[in-house]
């Protein structure tokens, strides 16, 4: 063939020239190959596709075309990848958005179906054996490098407080214990098996109690993990727990449910663990002075030893009530009594009063009493013990205190516990406070006295509900002259003797007694007095505070005939100390509510609805 023939012909495919330039494709087109390879090369770069408005347009219409099907199928492939691995993956969401109650029915119907098919013994194990805590394990692998796995194989265990995905073939879990947080990935490269792998990370949800063997290791983003090769749900959770990012706020059911608050909310658990500190140092500090713990009975015949009403219960054997104590004082003086020279005990009373911010009906106390001692010496224990522990906690004698509690950050109390501490004197100061002349303490038993503190309460407009006694008219004064004034520990001191019952007169100050109250953040912390040791004495007070009681007043003691008979065999010259437990951890962890500080404070009974309503809340 002729290249004149030709070359009209190669004006239709010169076009696709870059494209097609093999002789097989010329020889489809009609054209010999070695006419091909005879003719130059550059001949077909002569033509291009501008030269060629239609073939350029359809070529265009291909590279959409091909285009937008490459897109496509992406987005396909894409989709199909997510769908994947969200129904391999925890569904952690769609739990969390399920009703709490029908949340408990699914997971109750889940065990049961495990059980049936696996054993109660598989899903509620004896023992899991755990090598090493999870303090031990954060203090021992912390120095592990990003991406370093230690050959060590481990057994650790805790509560799973978050889990997420990543593929189908990697699982994140947050472990947690004794304050501790530790990692779990669980990669299925390193599981013991797949099938495994699959069904124990379907199975877990958050609040579980799970063992795990694995190896120690960091990963890439620096996060002190587990990499384990089996995983041992301990203990199923059945109820849903309380969003990680907002935690358990609800004060009611915080109370409530304390387990919940200690499992949410760190900072709670170690409030207790201060109050357990506080409790050993003041035990360690006792003992150091040579003094010996004991108990006594919890359930009195007579309910005496401090002013309050008491809990009454009933002895079947015996036919007759019995008291509930509200306080230890007279049994330990009896103990003194009999030769222990030095004793104390830490223990519950029982008082039948209101509950509010700073009183429980049930609270922990330490009283000691310390033979051929005064309050003066006490005077000094007090002020080491307090100043010391402080230092001991906070490596300082200040501490801040939010009297309206940690969410109004901007009311804050310095509290000083520097020794020595302030000293009020009672009447004295009461009068300079009042502006007026007290009668004198020696006739504070008279009607007289009585109505001289009922007008001056009238006057200074000071309230006291009946019965409006002496005892507590002068209280209800000095809560409002004085107390206001002890933000730092101030001892108030020398009260009447028509208020302390138990306490020995002053030895120089006529109608007084060698008594002090220690005042802290404007709250009474301890109380003190050099002991009354005369039997006939003590007989006339337990007489007085029968007529109040026969008053009206029900926090007056009754008279107690076996502890006068004790007396009658002589009680050396003691001193004795008592400090509230609850209070003073109040101000050490910066409570202002003494709900804060006991694991499970009083609450008032709750109906079945609200109690469903509160545990629906609680899981917002």
Not at 5 to 16: D, H, N, R, V
Not at 69 to 96: H, I, R, V
Not at 235 to 253: I, R, S, V
Request: glycine letters at 4%; one cysteine or more.
């Amino acid at each position: 063939m002729k290249l004149q023939y030709i070359k009209p012909l190669l004006g239709f495919i010169a076009p696709k020239a870059s494209f097609f330039r093999t002789s097989k494709t010329c020889i489809c087109a009609g054209i010999p190959s070695y006419v091909f390879n005879n003719i130059n090369s550059t001949y077909f770069h002569s033509f291009s596709l501008k030269n060629n408005p239609l073939l350029s347009k359809k070529n265009n219409e291909l590279k959409r075309r091909l285009k937008q099907e490459a897109k496509q199928k992406e987005k396909e492939e894409k989709e199909a990848t997510k769908q994947q691995q969200k129904q391999s993956a925890p569904k952690q969401e769609e739990d969390e958005n399920i009703d709490p109650n029908e949340y408990h029915k699914l997971r109750i119907a889940q065990i049961n179906s495990l059980k049936a098919s696996e054993g109660e013994s598989n899903v509620y194990p004896h023992k899991f054996n755990v090598s090493i805590s999870l303090s031990e394990f954060v203090e021992k692998y912390s120095y592990l490098a990003n991406e370093q796995v230690n050959d060590d194989v481990v057994r650790i265990a805790g509560r799973v407080y978050s889990k997420r995905a990543m593929g189908q073939k990697l699982r994140f879990y947050d472990l947690r214990g004794e304050s501790q947080k530790v990692q779990v990935m669980s990669n299925a490269n390193f599981y013991k098996n797949q099938d495994d792998f699959v069904k124990i990370n379907e199975r877990i949800k958050l609040g579980d109690i799970v063992g795990v063997v694995g190896q120690p290791c960091r990963t890439k983003a620096g996060e002190l993990s587990i990499r384990p090769s089996e995983i041992i749900i301990l203990a199923p959770c059945l109820h849903q727990m309380p969003h990680m990012h907002y935690g358990l706020k609800d004060k009611e059911t915080r109370y409530r449910q304390r387990y919940l608050d200690l499992m949410m909310n760190d900072w709670v658990k170690q409030k207790f663990i201060t109050k357990t500190r506080i409790i050993k140092y003041l035990r360690t500090f006792l003992d150091n002075l040579g003094f010996l713990e004991v108990e006594t009975p919890l359930m009195n015949m007579i309910p005496g030893g401090a002013s309050a009403k008491p809990f009454v219960t009933y002895h079947n054997d015996l036919d007759m009530n019995l008291f509930m104590r509200i306080a230890p004082e007279l049994y330990l003086k009896m103990l003194v009594v009999g030769g222990f020279d030095r004793v104390y005990e830490i223990g519950r009373n029982f008082r039948n009063e209101g509950i509010d911010m700073t009183h429980n009906p049930e609270f922990t106390m330490c009283e000691f009493y310390m033979a051929y001692a005064d309050y003066n010496d006490l005077i000094e224990i007090t002020e080491k013990f307090l100043s010391g522990l402080v230092m001991h906690l906070f490596g300082t004698h200040k501490i801040k205190f939010h009297p309206d509690g940690a969410e109004n950050p901007d009311n804050v109390w310095e509290i000083d516990f520097t020794p020595p501490f302030r000293r009020f004197s009672m009447i004295k100061d009461l009068e300079k406070e009042c502006g007026v002349k007290l009668p004198s303490p020696t006739t504070y038993h008279t009607e007289e006295a009585r109505k001289f503190f009922d007008d001056l309460c009238v006057k200074l407009d000071v309230d006291c509900s009946p019965p409006r006694t002496v005892s507590r008219l002068l209280d209800k004064l000095v809560g409002h002259f004085l107390e206001s004034k002890c933000l730092n520990p101030t001892f108030i001191c020398d009260h009447p003797q028509i208020m302390s019952p138990l306490a020995k007169y002053h030895r120089s100050e006529p109608g007084l007694t060698e008594r002090f109250e220690l005042f802290c953040g404007y709250r009474e912390l301890c109380n003190s007095y050099t002991e009354l040791n005369d039997p006939l004495v003590q007989r006339e007070r337990f007489d007085d505070q029968a007529k109040d009681k026969a008053a009206g007043d029900d926090e007056a003691q009754a008279v107690d005939e076996n502890f006068c008979t004790a007396l009658e065999y002589g009680l050396p010259p003691t001193g004795g100390w008592g400090i509230g437990i609850d209070r003073l951890t109040m101000f050490l962890t910066d409570s202002n509510n003494i709900k804060e500080v006991l694991l499970f404070p009083a609450m008032k009974p709750v109906k079945d609805e609200e109690t469903k309503e509160t545990q629906a809340e609680s899981k917002v």
